[in-house]
């Protein structure tokens, strides 16, 4: 990756957002921007007004980088949707949300999305915290010349998601009355979604969820020191899994009726993060 890029991206933002020090920092995908309509704006930016980032293409992503003041005072990042690989974008646009909440000093990260479910006891509207993920694929935003800005050479990818992080998202989830499952998220390229085989093969290799986006963001944030947490919507089961073919617009509307229990369970967690 570029570092010109970040450093670019990074004198872009008004003022506001550097002098911040956020406590948390939330990656919202499809479904999940509902949470930020109760929290006070403090600062904005369009992801296009952001320097080599460019705006959110994909229909459920608002595309712009929000700071808002947490629900116990103290500040929050809220970036309203993502690039993804699949929208033909370089890495350090996917990556961009990961390595701006570390640049700012904050050191806790939420990616939420929506997946498809694989465990056949999951249904549409269940919330998983991700507690690991699959990357079958060679895509890594990682791979070239080593820049120790995102870690080591190596990172170590035992604990990309932090087990306290998701204790929280439990707890919020229990305050909340919103019952959560963990399980494992399995990344697919897309932007085609999975054959049944596909989704066979990866219920059988452990995934219980299965999305196009998260893991490149979460390899990076991890790889770069922060805590990272992660939550998959179920916005339908994957293909195979109960017969019914996908269509990208049934995961927006579904994402859609469960919006109101995504932001609750999103303002909990910031609210637990800040204590
Ligand atoms: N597959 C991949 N990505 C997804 C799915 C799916 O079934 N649902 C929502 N995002």
Redesign the pocket.
């Known amino acids: 990756m570029n570092e010109q890029v970040f450093r670019d991206a990074l004198a872009s933002l008004p003022a506001a957002f550097r002098d911040a020090r956020p406590y948390a920092s939330l990656l919202l995908g499809s479904g999940w921007n509902r949470a930020v309509g109760s929290l006070r704006v403090l600062a904005e930016a369009p992801y296009s007004a952001i320097a080599g980032f460019g705006a959110a293409t994909v229909v459920g992503h608002d595309g712009r980088l929000l700071l808002v003041e947490g629900p116990r005072g103290g500040t929050a990042l809220v970036f309203c949707g993502r690039r993804h690989w699949y929208e033909g974008c370089e890495w350090e646009q996917v990556v961009m949300p990961a390595v701006l909440t570390k640049r700012l000093g904050c050191p806790v990260l939420l990616v939420t999305n929506?997946?498809?479910g694989i465990r056949p006891t999951l249904r549409p509207g269940d919330v998983v915290v991700i507690r690991d993920h699959l990357r079958l694929s060679p895509l890594t935003p990682l791979r070239g010349p080593h820049d120790p800005a995102f870690g080591p050479r190596f990172p170590d990818q035992s604990r990309v998601y932090d087990p306290d992080l998701a204790a929280l998202l439990h707890k919020a989830g229990a305050r909340q009355g919103i019952e959560l499952t963990d399980g494992v998220y399995v990344l697919?390229c897309?932007p085609a979604?999975?054959t049944p085989a596909e989704i066979r093969a990866y219920g059988i290799l452990g995934a219980d969820v299965?999305?196009?986006s998260t893991v490149p963001e979460a390899m990076v944030a991890s790889a770069c020191g922060l805590r990272v947490a992660g939550l998959s919507f179920v916005?339908?089961m994957?293909?195979g899994v109960t017969g019914q073919l996908?269509d990208g617009n049934d995961?927006v509307d579904c994402a859609q009726r469960h919006s109101e229990r995504l932001a609750r369970l999103v303002l909990d967690f910031l609210d637990l993060a800040a204590t």
């Open positions: 929506a997946a498809g697919s897309g979604f999975e299965v999305g196009m916005s339908n994957a293909a996908l995961v």
